[in-house]
């Protein structure tokens, strides 16, 4: 267990001191040149090897509010796959905090994602589909509240002003000569972080759901809430409602043949639920000419490769082609 002996809550660089196991930085690496356009891989994925990805960065600040606030627990809500849920079990038991998850679905089946959460001591308590939807429902979190007292509560996914906080802090990593910034979107809470901090280029979204134009409002209200400066411009908030592969944790034959050919070329792992799609669409947009010659452009790795163990199980079970990794 880390001690966070000596830490201050008024003491800046107290959250350095406690969540001193994970990287302050992630590096930044270079992918290609084609077509005069340079991709580059922000490798957020590297910060962590569990914590990883948008999830540290969306934890940091809300395992900072659970510390202040004096509570004893913390729980959160997700699906059986939840790269959140098994992030906030590994920060429990890097921590020694008691870690509560409650999944979605009447039968919560073991998979790899929940048999990492109950390793990491999580205990795990399946909630029905109907009752799942209350999640942000302010009276059913009230009523948790009042069961649960000691009890810290983080919306699902790491929503929420805390998350956005956090990532809001990979804007001041990237370099000052990025003409674009890719990254992938499921709650909108990386990209509103990261529209908060007022950026000179533009945030290419591309959401890992379909009929995702709901982001648009749902980003700009929380970068709305975190930074009340006027937001830049709707041109530095660009979507690609169209690389979904077929819907949420769908993953077309195409995409995982995408994944595979990519990691043969560059070795870097995607996960097949947000980065794959990314990349797929990033890729397609570079060779259709879409960005100018000259430009550099960054990708924000957001990790997620624990889930790649479940969609393989998931894939092999209805005889299609896998990913040639794991996590
Ligand atoms: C690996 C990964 N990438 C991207 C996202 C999407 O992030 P956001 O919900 O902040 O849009 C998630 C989900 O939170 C995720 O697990």
Known sequence: MLSAAGASPNRPGYFCTVLSFASNESPLEFLFEKEGVQLWVKRDDLLHPEISGNKWRKLKYHYEAFRRGGFRQMLTFGGAFSN?????????????????????????????????????????????????ALKDDPDFLAELKQWLPEVYLIPEGGKGLAGAQGCR????????DTDFLALPAGTGTTAAGLL???????????PALKGARFLRRAIVEQALALQEKPLPGPEKLRFFLDYHGGGYGKAPPDLIAFMNRFYREYELKLDPVYTGKMFFGLVELINQGYFPRGSKVVALHTGGLQGIAGMNAHLASKKQNTLIYEA
């Open 84 to 132: 959140h849920l098994a992030a906030l079990a590994a920060l429990g038991k890097e921590t020694g905090t008691p870690a509560y998850g409650l999944v979605r679905g009447e039968e919560v089946k073991d998979n790899a994602t929940l048999a990492f959460c109950r390793s990491c001591g999580m205990e795990i308590e399946s909630l029905s589909r109907k009752r799942y």
């Open 169 to 176: 802090e990979i804007a001041a990593e990237l370099p000052s």
């Open 196 to 206: 908060a901090a007022q950026p000179s280029y533009p945030l290419l979204v591309f």
